[in-house]
């Protein structure tokens, strides 16, 4: 078995997905908001 060697490892593919999850989960908590704010003002 090859030594491992820090920071040699190919992570695009991990970053891409994290890259994302974040972007989802902006959007998500964006509608959320947009959901609730208009809940608010129909119950107004």
Known sequence: MAE???GTMNITTQERTFAGFI????WGA???ILV???LAL???
Not at 23 to 26: A, K, P, Q
């Open 42 to 44: 129909a119950n107004a």
């Open 23 to 26: 972007r989802l989960m902006t």
């Open 30 to 32: 964006i509608i959320t």
């Open 4 to 6: 491992h060697k820090p």
């Open 36 to 38: 609730l704010i208009f």
